[in-house]
């Protein structure tokens, strides 16, 4: 009997100690943990899915990183179904980017773009620079998320659909920061704050970053709580071996790795023999491969089919799966009904009030995210952010706008390479600096340097009648040095000479919003040319004094002025020269100069663009319209046909053949064009006067440094032309 009673003891403390085994006609409580790995963590989504196939109830989930992602949205009741289909219509490298879509940045502050600087802006202030938080911003991914959540909050995520846990890391301390309550898109926000690359999240004092570093698999936080037994799926990137270890960026991702890979093992070690470990076949799949999501997706129902056998002993009948579903209510999209903002230091406080003003007592979420994206678009954060607060049954957003650690002093640098096969190379430096909200009403400095064997020093006073008036003025100074060679009719170079332009100018004009802007005004100058090598006598010594009045129209509607995948851009200048400021052998000089584009990328990746340029002046008037160079009647050297006007009809196609990560730019291109160019008024007779043909084939990049050309260009005749540049204008 002793015996026995022993037996029984024992048997009973197993049973006990083992809460799966509790009550043998109780289902286990079924935890699923999901691990970080960037966009390797869409895997998380085809598991999740081929899980609710085997009809799997999920008792609670914790996440760290991607898998916060996917785990909290799928918490807080977001349909599989319907989040596979927002991640697949996601634009990846543009909410990756960190910028918001160039069409919609209001074009006083992307004019700019077209200059070839370096995708960094340096802040000054107080005499030292500074950098970006981070470097993707994270505005765009915040918006998204709060979309997707429909701005969850509880005071216990246990409150949520499905309990939920997600896991950041103290960036003082190095501990693991768990998230039960809160703000549901701050906590997930956290999680996927990579060092160095988002910015990072600061809640009640404490400055939070991605969960990787601290519990990249966090088991220990749902086992043995919220579930008796957990599915554990790790998508993280195995380490590298020795031999792959080439590079300082192999280094710096290995070191990485091995805490990441450390904390991983140890919340393995807590896995028990009803516990199932996932681990989806992604080989070599890059962390930044956002664009593959559905692929990747496809990666994670595999490995849940692979263990189809091991985990259907924990689906429920039909009739006890879909109660469960019918549990997880999704809450509605609030309305917005009032909006507090937070005190700003520089930018205008009420003008920014005004732009996020609930009419007519609410706005539907989504429209109140937009409006938070189109500020942001202006340039003047670093983000928006908010929390959702009930008050007397209203919603109220309480933003808080964190303006931009680089500015509002800021500092672009950049540089560009020019050569050709049987021609000189040119390299150039630039710089430019802007200071923004130098008044109330929003008045901006600008200021640009090109330093090279063509110099350009620019400077103008942008100042917008008020704060939120589309109507301005603007008061511009620059000078101008450019290079020009003189060429035979056998493509032989004669001599070079210097064509220097001065000019200040005032002008009014309409800004138009994101597409561009108009302006009328004033100008005054001189503009003298001399030969610098080679025989004097080829072009005498000009200098003329001109002033009148100009009138343009700019409209900018690229998602990349730099290479172009999609949007339209043209341009239109003319000035007139007034009689009383310009001297008697030009006063009625007329100029012109115009562009046009269109671009396009169909669903393989090859995209059309379409260009036209003329430029020119009136016959009364000496007005040197240049022609010639890489994609600008490619077979001839740059600026090599020089007349009264010229024209150029170009289409392009390039195909992009590799992606880059979006902090790098956007990919690897194939292409060619076809081209046909002509000049009016030459100024040697033996240069043709007809339409030339010209085409060329190049391979090139979108990259962190800018446009990068490596070609040949095909000239009439047969002449063939070897090109390389960096920063090319085309």
Same mark, same amino acid.
């Given at each position: ?35 970080? =790995?960037?966009?390797?963590?869409? %895997? ?13 109830p999920i008792s609670c989930i914790a996440g760290t990183s991607a898998g916060s992602l996917i785990g909290g949205i799928y918490a807080s009741g977001v349909p599989l179904s319907q989040l596979a289909e927002t991640f697949a219509r996601t634009d990846w490298d543009l909410l990756t980017s960190g ?27 107080? =005499? ?57 898109? !701050? ?23 991605? =969960? ?54 140890e919340q393995l070690a807590l896995l028990g023999p009803d516990d199932v470990l996932l681990q989806p076949k992604l080989g070599s799949t890059s962390a930044t491969a956002f664009s593959d999501s559905m692929a990747i997706a496809e990666t994670g129902r595999q490995a849940v089919r692979e263990h ?24 509605? %999209? ?9 005190? !700003? ?51 109220? %957003? ?67 009648? !008020? ?140 995209t059309l663009r379409l260009t036209g340029k003329f430029n020119g002046g009136t016959d009364e008037g000496r007005y040197i319209a240049p022609l010639g160079g890489f994609l600008n009647l490619s077979g001839y050297q740059k600026d090599e046909l020089l007349g009264q006007r010229a024209a150029l ?51 090139? %990049? ?14 009439? =005749? ?13």
């Amino acid at each position: 009997m002793k015996l026995c009673r022993i037996l029984l003891t024992s048997i009973f403390f197993v049973i006990t100690a083992h809460p799966a085994l509790a009550n043998l006609s109780t289902p286990p409580r079924i935890g699923v943990v999901l691990g970080g =790995g960037g966009a390797r963590g869409f %895997a998380h989504l085809g598991a999740l899915q081929e899980l609710e196939k085997l009809k799997i109830p999920i008792s609670c989930i914790a996440g760290t990183s991607a898998g916060s992602l996917i785990g909290g949205i799928y918490a807080s009741g977001v349909p599989l179904s319907q989040l596979a289909e927002t991640f697949a219509r996601t634009d990846w490298d543009l909410l990756t980017s960190g910028k918001p879509p160039r069409a919609d940045v209001p074009y006083i502050r992307k004019r700019e773009d077209t200059r070839n600087y370096l995708d960094l802006t340096l802040g000054v202030a107080d =005499g030292k620079l500074r950098l970006p938080r981070g470097a993707i911003n994270s505005q765009s991914i915040d918006l998204y998320i709060r979309y997707l959540t429909r701005d969850a909050a509880a005071g216990s995520f246990d409150e949520l659909p499905i309990p939920f846990r997600a896991l950041a890391t103290d960036l003082e301390t190095g501990d693991a920061v768990v998230f039960d309550k809160g703000d549901l898109s !701050t906590a997930l926000r956290a999680s996927m704050a990579v060092p160095g690359v988002f910015d990072a999240v600061n809640v009640d004092g404490r400055v939070l970053v991605d =969960g990787m570093l601290a519990r990249n698999l966090p088991v220990s936080d749902i086992k043995g709580r919220c579930a008796d037994v957990v599915i554990a799926i790790d998508v993280g990137e195995p380490l590298k071996k020795s031999k792959d270890i080439e590079s300082w960026l192999d280094v710096l991702s290995q070191s990485i790795n091995l805490g990441v890979n450390r904390n991983v093992r140890e919340q393995l070690a807590l896995l028990g023999p009803d516990d199932v470990l996932l681990q989806p076949k992604l080989g070599s799949t890059s962390a930044t491969a956002f664009s593959d999501s559905m692929a990747i997706a496809e990666t994670g129902r595999q490995a849940v089919r692979e263990h189809a056998a091991l985990l259907s002993r924990f689906s429920r009948s039909d009739q006890d799966y879909q109660a469960w579903r019918a549990s997880l209510k999704r809450k509605a %999209a609030p309305h917005i009904n009032e909006v507090q903002l937070k005190e !700003t230091s520089t930018v205008n406080r009420q003008a920014l009030q005004e732009k996020l003003a609930i009419p007519a007592g609410e706005v539907p979420q989504k429209d109140f995210l937009d409006r938070l994206q189109s500020v942001f678009a202006e340039g003047d954060y670093d983000s928006l952010s908010y929390t959702l607060q009930h008050v007397d049954g209203r919603n109220v %957003a309480a933003v808080m706008p964190v303006e931009r650690n680089s500015g509002p002093n800021t500092l672009r640098f950049g540089l560009s390479l020019e050569g050709a096969s049987d021609g000189d190379a040119t390299f150039a430096l630039l710089a430019s600096q802007r200071r923004v909200w130098m008044n109330t009403a929003g008045g901006t400095w600008f200021n640009e340097a090109r330093v090279g064997e063509n110099l350009y020093l620019g400077s103008e006073f942008y100042q917008p009648l !008020t704060a939120t008036s589309p109507f301005f003025v603007s008061a511009r100074a620059f000078v101008r040095d450019d290079i020009y060679s003189l060429y035979d009719g056998s493509h032989k170079r004669l001599a070079d000479f210097n064509l220097r332009e001065r000019q200040i100018g005032l002008a009014g004009g309409l800004a138009l919003g994101k597409y561009g802007e108009w302006r009328l005004g004033l100008f005054r100058g001189d503009l003298d040319s001399a030969v610098k090598v080679g025989d004097p006598a080829l072009l005498s010594d000009t200098r003329y004094h001109i002033g009148g009045i100009e009138s343009s129209l700019t409209i900018d509607q690229f998602d990349n002025p730099r290479w172009p995948r999609k949007g339209y851009a043209m341009q239109l200048k003319v000035q007139k020269a007034i009689e009383a400021w310009t001297d008697p052998a030009f006063d009625q000089l007329v100029t012109f100069d115009g562009s046009f584009d269109y671009v396009t990328t169909t669903a393989q990746d090859l995209t059309l663009r379409l260009t036209g340029k003329f430029n020119g002046g009136t016959d009364e008037g000496r007005y040197i319209a240049p022609l010639g160079g890489f994609l600008n009647l490619s077979g001839y050297q740059k600026d090599e046909l020089l007349g009264q006007r010229a024209a150029l009809a170009r289409v392009m196609g390039y195909w992009r053949v590799a992606s880059l990560p979006s902090a790098l730019g956007t990919g690897v291109y194939l292409g060619g064009s076809l081209e046909a160019g002509r000049v009016w008024g030459g100024l040697w007779q033996e240069k043709r006067s007809s339409w030339l043909p010209a085409g060329s084939v190049f391979i090139g %990049a979108d990259s962190l440094i800018g446009p990068l050309f490596v070609g040949a260009g095909y000239g009439e =005749g047969g002449r063939l032309i070897g090109y390389f540049y960096l920063g090319a204008d085309y």
